[in-house]
């Protein structure tokens, strides 16, 4: 292979994996959440199977506040340090606001339940005479407000029916917001419970939210929004509700079935749990650390999308680097310098290669002229050639194909983690939120630009030296509104590349002289 040939393969690379990003980013996602925002908050008719028998009556059909004009009111208040759960008189999570400042949207606190959804903690008779009994007569509760204060309180949710049927939930909750949710049902029948739909705080063009439902055997099912069908599902551990940062779920390491349902038209993921008598619930942020202190089964709510098994190993290495400096810009940093250390023996070989080649430029031109009609020699005679010299025209291409899919869970990683929420660097105040002031794409820019000044090149073809050059800026415009913490790897490791090649180019330079003497 000339190195005509490579870099063509280097530009080919570079061009696919920028069509990649962006495809995603304007085509894709914007579609998804179309069809998510259009459905995600309605009413939905659910019709499911269970068992071989039909579920008949329907979260569009039945008497509840989801679908009728009776107003809920709040009969018990839960508060903690960063959360306030408001319960309604049905027995239901009505209200579920984050009160870290890092969270607030618009300057409000942020709410992670819509009013016109159905919630956690949603009972559903199958009989339809009893469920219309459960939804016109309000629970009583065993106290109207609890503080956690540092420490679970327990809260007891009684629905008395008139016919005599009873309900009782049995609520622990904890101070980080995970809880324990007892279910006794007495001559009521058969029921389903809901951990409610997704949260909505956070749904927009570049990630995913839907349903993950895990079973016992390992496996999951996600459902994106949009892509909802009747489905079920006899023995899940774990089914959430989720958007990009944050979730509302149930688990249980006994097992559940699960009844998915959908909306007429548009389908859109719903859950509901036949009730097996306990549930360990979760509403609040997607912290891996979080998910992975109630239980380990859990960290797979925070899926990454395509690549999650490579996101995922890559987000541990950084969140232990957070851990040990106490700042997630400089975690960031240091990704990048371990990532370019066990890289370092393949790129430092593949930017020597390079600058080889382009010495051997005026000596390959030669062997092309001299048997351009005759191919075999031709590849004959320039393979000769980079063994005499120790020259692997293939070696500046293979760092950059390692580096691509790092980049892509590294990409991955920082959209989906809550953590990164709010994290300071310099100037920028949310390391998960684009430069406001667009310093870091630019910076990025000009680092992409001047590394190509230093790296040797021996374009043929002008057309592609055109392309080459003209990547800095279109990098730039494509990285502006993308995170700023992305940005800042990228740069970063611009940065390194631009020292190493630097490096190279002087100890090339300056064994070349000491042979000319």
């Not at 016109?116 to 559903?124: A, L, T, V, Y």
């Not at 190493?500 to 003497?517: A, C, F, G, P, Y």
Request: glycine share 8%; hydrophobic share 40%; charged share 20%.
């Amino acid at each position: 292979m000339d190195n005509n040939n490579l870099r063509r393969i280097i530009i080919a690379t570079v061009i696919s994996f920028i069509f990649f990003v962006a495809y995603d980013y304007f085509v894709l996602q914007p579609q998804m959440v179309k069809k998510g925002e259009a459905n995600g908050t309605q009413p939905q008719k659910v019709v499911a199977h269970k068992g071989g028998e039909k579920i008949q009556n329907s979260i569009g059909s039945r008497n509840s506040p989801a679908t009728t004009s009776v107003k809920s009111r709040v009969v018990a208040v839960i508060e903690g340090k960063e959360f306030k759960i408001e319960v309604d008189q049905w027995g239901r999570v009505s209200s579920f606001i984050l009160r870290q400042h890092k969270f607030n949207e618009k300057g409000k606190q942020l709410q992670l339940i819509s009013p016109d959804s159905p919630k956690p903690w949603e009972i559903r008779l199958k009989d339809e005479k009893l469920n219309r009994e459960l939804y016109q007569t309000p629970v009583e509760v065993s106290s109207s407000s609890l503080n956690l204060n540092g420490k679970s309180q327990t809260l007891t949710i009684t629905h008395k029916l008139p016919s005599g049927g009873e309900i009782k939930k049995v609520v622990t909750i904890y101070p980080d917001g995970h809880y324990t949710l007892k279910v006794e049902a007495r001559g009521v029948g058969e029921y389903l419970i809901s951990p409610g739909l997704r949260p909505q705080g956070a749904v927009d063009n570049l990630t995913i939210h839907g349903v993950l439902v895990k079973l016992k055997s390992g496996k999951l099912r996600i459902i994106e929004d949009g892509d909802a069908e009747p489905e079920r599902f006899s023995d899940a551990i774990v089914v959430a509700g989720f958007d990009r940062y944050y979730t509302s779920l149930f688990f249980s390491k006994g097992g559940f079935p699960v009844v998915i349902g959908s909306k007429n038209g548009n389908p859109v993921p719903f859950v509901e749990l036949k009730g097996n008598g306990e549930f360990t619930g979760y509403i609040g942020p997607k912290y891996v650390d979080r998910l992975a202190s109630i239980d380990r089964e859990l960290i797979d709510v925070v899926q990454y999308g395509l690549g999650t098994f490579f996101a995922r190993n890559l987000f541990l290495l950084l969140d232990w680097l957070y851990k040990v400096v106490h700042s997630w810009a400089l975690a960031i940093i240091l990704l990048v310098i371990l990532v370019r250390l066990v890289l370092f023996p393949l790129t430092w070989k593949g930017m020597v290669s390079m600058y080889k080649l382009k010495e051997l430029a005026p000596k390959l031109k030669e062997i092309q002229e001299k048997y351009k009609k005759d191919p075999t020699t031709l590849q004959k005679k320039m393979m000769e050639l980079y063994k005499k010299h120790n020259a692997n025209p293939l070696g500046g291409c293979l760092p950059l194909l390692l580096q691509i899919p790092i980049f892509y869970g590294i990409y991955k990683l920082l959209l989906y983690s809550i953590e990164l929420k709010g994290a300071h660097f310099l100037w920028i105040k949310d390391l998960s939120e684009m430069d406001p002031y667009f310093i870091l794409p630019i910076l990025m820019g000009i680092t992409m630009y001047l590394h190509q000044k230093l790296t040797p090149t021996n374009f043929q073809d002008p057309m592609q030296e055109k392309v080459f050059k003209f990547l800095p800026l279109l990098f730039t415009f494509l990285m502006a509104t993308f995170p700023a913490g992305l940005v800042l790897y990228w740069t970063t490791n611009n940065l390194l590349s631009l020292l190493q090649q630097w490096i190279i180019n002087k100890l090339m330079e300056h064994r070349k002289m000491e042979v000319q003497k």
